[in-house]
């Protein structure tokens, strides 16, 4: 490798990311052992964090035990028999739970949806004064996807199904990134079973609110910028454009992963000065930002005025540190603050982002003169975004207090925080952790540990979580926003239970050869 001062940046690049990526899965690892985020199955979207149920650590060596002890069972298994089989279970347990719950959704999810119908019904009131998009023009992007959905069928029910065939089409995605990554069957096969047990994914096709659309498109994105680093696909580039800016346009949220593949495309430029990185970096920002101003563009003119600014983004930051230390929220957690303050300055984005900065400066001072308290802050906020084996994926669907009901009795179980939610609690904290705790042993069990970064073609998952963490501790936080983030880890935490399984192998064969 060439020691030019371009290849010193890379390497610093690459050890800086492995550091923080090991060290927040590590941070990660410890509070999903010792700590839950539980959220009652009601409106008010209350978020207690626990200590673990001791029942999870029973879980987890009970799953951990079985993938090992199975390991030559499940390596008989072709990847595409395993995967057609858990793809139907998956299906049909996803039909079940469609077609025994009421169609509706409700808060954002709701103003979308009707925003999106009205403008394809040829009322563009939402962008009005007082609408929707008016106070949230943001959402532009996932109403124009959700109006294109509805030139199929406007029925929550085929946006249900939609979902359902969007989370199997990210698993198998996934199955075949991993097969890129990994030279190694067992990984792949992990990978398949993991995606499929993580059941946020499952639950949260009655999300319409443009998280499973995002991601899909995000991991086309990523799809594409594996292929370029492999030099495999003449049409990598423009997935990986095609994708990133996609999920970009639908849900904001993913402008982080747009950073990331722009970070890991820049870095391939410095490690091989490689112009068509460079370029295709600066394509992934413009496909990341240029849309959504021609989108707003072409909303204006539809409209025959200039839209709203809507609420300024820093209010979201205000709100992301503030304490709610006088109610059921969880410091940093959604509390209102954003919208209740531009109502409050008649909506005028101005003046309400004014205020935002004054209240913001006055925490940031409050957390700055008593460190203790803004650590003790920082800490419960990563724990409750962290933490919640379910990612409100089942909080996000039907609920009882909001005329939302299901119509099976196991269905019922769950949806009421009965002994199914529970349970549900119980097997997603394991797995959870298993995901936490496999991708770190994947940095450490890897061909040099952590005496040489992580390789380009497997750092998006660490990058883009390194990204998410910071994120979410200044931004307003819901567990559900990063779900995303612990997905992408699987092929990774797969990765590293395989070296775990060969480790323990060799320790075993040391000590029988001892004996």
Not at 230 to 253: D, Q, S, T
């Amino acid at each position: 490798m060439n020691k030019t001062p371009l290849n010193f940046m890379y390497r610093f690049c690459s050890g800086a990311v492995t550091v923080a990526g090991t060290l927040a899965l590590v941070l990660l690892s410890v509070f999903a052992l010792i700590f839950r985020t539980w959220i009652p199955m009601n409106k008010n979207e209350e978020v207690y964090v626990q200590f673990q149920n001791p029942f999870v650590w029973l879980a987890i060596l009970a799953v951990i035990g079985l993938l090992i002890v199975l390991a030559p069972q499940i390596g008989r298994i072709p990847e595409h028999t395993l995967f057609l089989c858990l793809g139907c279970l998956y299906a049909v347990a996803g039909c079940f739970l469609i077609f025994n719950t009421d169609p509706s959704v409700r808060s954002d999810a709701y103003g979308v949806f009707e925003s999106a119908l009205s403008m394809n019904e040829g009322r563009f009131s939402s962008l009005e004064p007082g609408g929707y998009l008016y106070i949230y023009p943001h959402q532009l992007g996932l109403a124009t996807f959700e109006r294109i959905l509805m030139a199929f069928s406007a029925d929550i029910t085929f946006f249900f199904l939609a979902n359902l065939v969007m989370m199997i089409a990210i698993n198998f995605i996934q199955w075949k990134c991993c097969q890129m990554l990994f030279d190694n069957g067992l990984a792949r096969r992990y990978t398949i079973l993991l995606s499929f047990l993580f059941l946020p994914g499952l639950f949260s096709i009655l999300f319409v609110y443009g998280l499973i659309p995002g991601l899909l498109f995000l991991y086309i994105g990523v799809y594409g910028l594996i292929s370029w680093l492999y030099g495999r696909g003449k049409f990598a580039p423009a997935a990986a454009v095609f994708g990133v800016g996609m999920a970009c346009l639908i849900r904001n949220n993913y402008l982080i992963g747009a950073i990331a593949v722009f970070i890991i495309l820049f870095m391939d430029f410095l490690k091989e000065v490689r112009w068509k990185s460079l370029i295709l970096a600066l394509a992934i920002v413009a496909a990341a930002l240029i849309p959504g101003k021609l989108l707003t563009w072409g909303y204006e003119a539809a409209a025959g005025a200039d839209l709203s600014r809507g609420i300024p983004k820093i209010m979201w930051v205000t709100m992301g540190l503030q304490d709610n230390e006088d109610s059921s929220f969880v410091g940093g957690w959604f509390n209102g603050y954003n919208y209740n303050v531009y109502m409050d300055k008649d909506m005028d984005s101005e003046t309400s982002g004014e205020q935002a900065k004054e209240d913001l400066n006055d925490r940031v001072s409050e957390l700055l003169g008593d460190p203790a308290k803004a650590a003790v802050f920082f800490r419960t906020k990563a724990i409750s975004t962290w933490t919640d084996p379910l990612f409100q994926s089942i909080w996000s669907g039907p609920l009882e207090d909001m005329g939302q009901y299901t119509h099976k009795g196991i269905l019922k179980n769950i949806y009421t925080g009965q002994e199914g939610y529970e349970i549900l609690m119980v097997l997603c904290a394991a797995i959870l952790f298993i995901i936490y705790g496999g991708a770190v042993l994947g940095i450490f069990l890897r061909p040099g540990g952590m005496k040489c970064g992580l390789d380009l073609k497997v750092m998006f998952p660490f990058l883009f979580l390194v990204g998410g963490f910071l994120f979410h501790l200044v931004w307003e936080t819901k567990s559900q926003y990063v779900f995303p983030f612990v997905m992408m880890l699987i092929p990774g935490a797969s990765f590293g239970l395989v070296l775990f399984k060969e480790r323990l192998e060799r320790l075993r064969r040391k000590i029988g050869g001892a004996k």
